[in-house]
């Protein structure tokens, strides 16, 4: 589930909720809420969305992770 958010939101997002298993879950949300917009009527934030509906709460939070960086790729590989 938050690998697909973070694929979605191109944030990263770390589940610490302790579920487990596999879940299928369907939301609208948007990126821009529409209370930011001055409009009355449209999809809410995602952070409400995942409150009302399943009661998580997501925060901004400092932590290390561990991060894959591909800096070259060679079309043709060498030998070692």
């Given at each position: 589930?938050?690998?697909?958010?973070?694929?979605?939101?191109?944030?990263?997002?770390?589940?610490?909720?302790?579920?487990?298993?596999?879940?299928?879950?369907?939301?609208?949300?948007?990126?821009?809420?529409?209370?930011?917009?001055?409009e009355d009527d449209g999809p809410p934030a995602l952070s409400t969305v995942l409150r009302e509906k399943f009661g998580l709460e997501v925060k901004a939070q400092k932590m290390s992770v561990v991060v894959l960086v591909v800096d070259r790729v060679d079309k043709n590989p060498t030998d070692n």
């Amino acid at each position: 589930f938050m690998r697909g958010l973070s694929d979605a939101t191109g944030d990263l997002y770390v589940d610490q909720s302790g579920f487990t298993g596999r879940f299928d879950i369907d939301i609208t949300w948007s990126r821009v809420p529409a209370e930011l917009i001055g409009e009355d009527d449209g999809p809410p934030a995602l952070s409400t969305v995942l409150r009302e509906k399943f009661g998580l709460e997501v925060k901004a939070q400092k932590m290390s992770v561990v991060v894959l960086v591909v800096d070259r790729v060679d079309k043709n590989p060498t030998d070692n």
